[in-house]
């Protein structure tokens, strides 16, 4: 019919050449035609022939888009092959101009590999071309700050010319695992290695699914002439692809297919036959969902088959190793072995991180953007994977923001969805309960403790310590002391928090400052603290950006709530409404329930007023306090900043030398003298402190005499 004609026409245009004027048109078809897969194939050959391989790449990634919203599937084989091919530059797309005679319509078969045909190359390179393909999107991201990690992986492909080596690559969610995989699959078929790659996910459930996923992505490229693999080897693979069985018409092993042993045979086989004078690869993907048929097939060939030159890459996260006895066993089993080695990933430090942010949002140089980033990174826990979500969402927000502003923190900033529903899809592994407390926890800030927990949740006990054992399963939260629990990142509290109804909020703050309130084994100070954060955050639950007055005022209600709630410890009931040290405590409160939060900037902030009152009430003391919250919060981020180095001097001399709150200020000086490279003072301050926590910054012990509390020096936010 006409629609045949019409793609021959198209076919034979390529064919005759006609590709860089073509593409234009070709556009046209595919955004009026999105699932027609025939138009997005030529558009992407039209593209690569006129030199644009990226787009080409961008071309397929469209097309993909577009038939897994609109019909839930993956784009054919022909467009994988194709897509495969142009990462690898295959000669074969070329376009060369046909002798007089042949047929245009032959010659726009276009790329041979693009409809099936035979081609030439043996395993390895069509292999490689297979791992580029699975590689090459997943390195569009950097790789950062994990020099220590490839130098594992490359000595562990060195240790495989002797015999199977196996890395275990264990992180949580963001941590980079898939990145790093990628950039080994990448080194590994440089040097030449034979490299299946898999993917045990959620979806890849039915027995040996990732296994003979790994070998199918091969096969699509390397088309089998008779001669092109050992005898044993191809009905190994028959064994292991039923589309390669189909395609050759190459019979598979009987029964093997249901036999983990007899399909790790099987792999044995295409591994002997694909080597070609470097070790081959074989990499997994999220082992942790894989099913026992998978599990048992990669330790029988580890076990049974550890002759092979073979290098074994599989990624996991290990907090659900605990939960999936099939998979502790195989852990087990491989520790046993020689050349085996295990690569935990963590998060990035806070320089690399920072890097990372000002790399991926493009923000300007400056202490005000350095401050933010860090802060950032160590509210993300350094987790590349939120990092790059964060960078993405920085710049979306610098694009309608004024051109000063500079986010706070995630408060300020806010989370993209990407990361949302990240997490969310992990509170879904909880049941209902538990779920519903982690959001009670995520009230209570990054870290919290079991019985303010109880408290607020108002749960039994033992309720509570099995759903935080849920959480730690799924990688949502850890113990990090004794009846103390944490978030895995202040990311995930606020991603948690983000999910709650206002409503929800409001009562669980409530209930939060109730329980705090009722904590007689905290002092009363740290008790009106975050007493008051949480009273007044209920308040303020259902108020979208209230003006500064408006939250003020929600303080000093709930200031009185808090105060009412404690009414029975010796001297609250004294501190009348016109106390003048009300408005002190209110902004301690309110600042040492930012900093719990994590919101450093604005934590910062009102402890810059809290040293204000401070100055106002001519007290020493609680100019003390309110530096020392300063302090916490600068040590948190992990930067020095020279005028709290003068404050804290300048406070600590206000203080009597045996004062104990000067002798803290002695030790919130230290780091801060470490951090902006003055080694010998800090060695000196820290040497005096160990011998006699009574001595002064000058380390004589010798009195100083208290002075007036003036003006100067300049405030940290100045």
């Given amino acids: 019919g006409r629609r045949s004609a019409r793609e021959r026409r198209r076919e034979a245009e390529l064919a005759l050449g006609h590709h860089g004027d073509r593409v234009a048109r070709r556009e046209v078809l595919v955004a009026a035609e999105p699932l027609h897969e025939t138009l997005w194939r030529q558009l992407m050959l039209a593209l690569y022939r006129s030199g644009r391989q990226g787009d080409a790449l961008r071309a397929y990634q469209r097309a993909r888009v577009a038939l897994v919203d609109e019909l839930g599937i993956e784009p054919g084989a022909e467009l994988r092959r194709l897509e495969a091919a142009v990462v690898a530059q295959d000669p074969a797309l070329d376009w060369t101009a046909e002798p007089a005679g042949s047929s245009p319509t032959v010659a726009a078969g276009a790329s041979r590999i693009g409809h099936g045909s035979p081609r030439a190359g043996g395993q390895t390179a069509t292999a490689r071309a297979s791992a580029a393909a699975w590689a090459t999107p997943r390195c569009s991201v950097p790789l950062v700050d994990r020099v220590a990690e490839l130098r594992v992986l490359d000595a562990a492909f060195e240790e495989a010319r002797s015999g199977t080596a196996v890395v275990v690559i264990d992180g949580d969610d963001s941590t980079g ?126 076990g049974d088959h550890d002759d092979l030159d073979l290098l074994v890459l599989l990624a996991l996260r290990g907090t659900e190793v605990a939960a999936r006895s099939t998979l502790l066993d195989l852990l087990v089993d491989l520790q046993r072995g020689p050349r085996r080695h295990r690569i935990s990933l963590g998060g990035l430090g806070i320089e690399p991180g920072v890097a990372l942010l000002v790399e991926g949002a493009a923000v300007p140089d400056g202490d005000a953007w350095h401050l933010a980033m860090a802060t950032l990174v160590e509210q993300a826990a350094g987790r590349p994977g939120y990092l790059l979500e964060l960078a993405a969402h920085i710049a979306e927000r610098r694009s309608v923001e004024e051109e000063d502003w500079v986010p706070s923190g995630l408060a300020d900033l806010g989370l993209p969805d990407a990361i949302i529903d990240l997490v969310r899809r992990r509170r879904r592994s909880l049941d209902g309960v538990h779920q519903e407390l982690l959001g009670a926890a995520a009230v209570l800030g990054p870290s919290f403790e079991l019985d303010t927990l109880v408290g607020t949740a108002d749960l039994g006990i033992d309720e509570v310590i099995r759903a935080l054992e849920a959480a730690a399963s799924a990688g949502l939260a850890s113990e990090v002391g004794p009846e103390r629990f944490a978030f895995t990142s202040t990311v995930v509290q606020h991603a948690v928090y983000q999910d709650l109804s206002a409503t929800r909020r409001a009562r669980l703050h409530r209930a939060a400052g109730a329980a705090t309130a009722d904590r007689s084994d905290r002092p009363v100070d740290e008790r009106l603290a975050d007493a008051t954060d949480h009273f007044a955050r209920s308040r303020l639950a259902a108020e979208v950006d209230a003006d500064p007055e408006v939250v003020e005022a929600r303080y000093e209600q709930a200031y009185d709530d808090a105060v009412g709630k404690l009414q029975s410890v010796p001297g609250l009931e004294a501190r009348a409404p016109d106390d003048p040290e009300r408005r002190f405590l209110v902004l301690m409160g309110l600042a040492e329930g930012r900093r719990r939060s994590d919101d450093f900037a604005a934590a910062r902030a009102i402890f810059d007023m809290a040293i204000d009152e401070a100055r106002r009430l001519q007290s020493p003391q609680r100019l003390a306090e309110a530096v020392l919250g300063t302090a916490s919060v600068m040590v948190e981020v992990g930067v020095s900043h020279q005028p709290l180095i003068d404050l804290i001097r300048h406070a600590a001399r206000g203080l009597d030398q045996g004062d104990p709150l000067r002798v803290e200020l002695d030790a919130a000086l230290v780091p801060e003298l470490v951090w902006s490279g003055d080694w010998d003072e800090a060695m000196a301050l820290s040497r005096a402190i160990a011998a006699d926590p009574a001595a002064g910054p000058s380390g004589d012990g010798s009195e100083q005499p208290r002075r007036e509390l003036g003006p100067e020096p300049g405030q940290v936010g100045e």
């Fill in 177 to 302: 695992k898939t990145r790093l995989l990628a950039e080994a699959v990448t080194r590994c078929s440089e040097q030449g290695s034979f490299v299946l790659v898999g993917d045990c996910g959620p979806d890849r459930r039915a027995p040996g699914a990732a296994l003979r996923q790994a070998v199918d992505r091969w096969a699509e490229h390397y088309l089998l002439d008779a001669d092109g693999l050992r005898p044993g080897a191809r009905a190994a693979l028959a064994t292991l692809s039923s589309a390669y069985a189909e395609r050759t018409g190459t019979p598979a092993t009987e029964g093997a297919r249901g036999d983990p042993y007899a399909l790790a045979g099987a792999l044995a086989a295409v591994f002997r036959s694909g080597t070609d004078g470097a070790p081959s690869t074989l990499v997994l993907d999220d082992v942790h969902a894989a099913g026992r048929f998978t599990l048992d097939t990669v330790r029988s060939l580890i």
